[in-house]
């Protein structure tokens, strides 16, 4: 069975600890496909009151924290456990996570995960302890508490075994990098909408192609982005042709 190791350093402990306990995550460390070991700062501290900040160089609002207890708490997080480490540190100024980066993540042993807090961090800590820096997005939030959850989220999808259903997570978004087609259950109708007619045919060909019709089409729409990067095939490219032909007419 495949397992993969968490380590979070955190002056919140109890954040990462309470969420990690529901869901999708909860399932993956309760059954042993993960498991998640957290290290505060503070516990690695001098003084009577354990200060892990202090004022910035050169003045300026807030405060940054301080190289010495997060990288004790680092390397403590290290010996405790022989496996090799990939070190990151969740920041906006990291790299904007994807699905391919979370894949490469659900192929290690062991993530040490940094979540900053106050103004940011000494860029010294950067330089001696981190691999690689991340971001979940183009915005600010208090820490890193929730993106390193975010992470640990999509990484423990991609685990065999951890959705129960393998094909759960291929289908996801983005992992054939386009947007994921429209879902639909019980009942069949809600007001006036109703469910497509395709998807009660019991034609499984027909259903994929409408399928991937709609995830073509909802990329082109939400993400062009994304569709300028995908290297499609002749099926796709003549599906994608077919939506944009129909798409005004809708």
């Known amino acids: 069975m495949t397992s993969v190791r968490f380590d979070v350093v955190t002056l919140f402990p109890d954040i990462v600890r309470q969420a990690a306990c529901c869901g999708v ?3 993956a460390f309760g059954t042993g496909y993960a498991t998640l070991k957290l290290w505060n700062p503070r516990d690695y501290t001098a003084d009577r009151h354990r200060t892990v900040d202090d004022r910035p160089y050169g003045g300026g609002p807030g405060m940054v924290m301080k ?8 390397q403590a997080a290290r010996r405790d456990d022989q496996t090799p480490a990939t070190t990151l540190f969740l920041t906006p100024q990291g790299r904007l996570l994807n699905q391919d980066a ?9 993530l040490i995960l940094v979540a900053g807090r106050y103004e940011g961090v000494d860029e010294r800590l950067i ?4 691999d690689e820096e991340w971001s979940i997005g183009d915005y600010v939030l208090s820490g890193g508490e929730l993106p390193a959850l975010v992470l640990m989220d999509a990484v423990l999808r991609l685990i065999p075994g951890v959705l129960g259903h393998d094909d759960s997570a291929r289908q996801d978004s983005h992992m054939e990098g386009l947007l994921d087609y429209p879902h ?3 009942p069949e109708q809600v007001g006036e909408l109703t469910v497509p007619g395709i998807l009660q045919s019991g034609h499984h060909e027909a259903i994929r192609r409408w399928r991937l019709k709609q995830s073509l089409g909802r990329t082109w729409l939400r993400r062009p982005d994304l569709l ?6 002749q099926e796709q490219r003549q599906l994608l042709d077919e939506y944009t032909r129909e798409y005004p007419e809708e």
């Open 184 to 186: 639909y259950t019980r």
């Open 102 to 110: 979370m894949i490469r993540f659900a192929a290690l042993d062991r």
């Open 25 to 27: 995550t909860g399932r």
């Open 127 to 130: 330089d001696l302890e981190i």
């Open 67 to 74: 190289v010495e207890p997060l990288r004790a708490a680092i």
């Open 228 to 233: 300028a990067k995908a290297e499609l095939d």
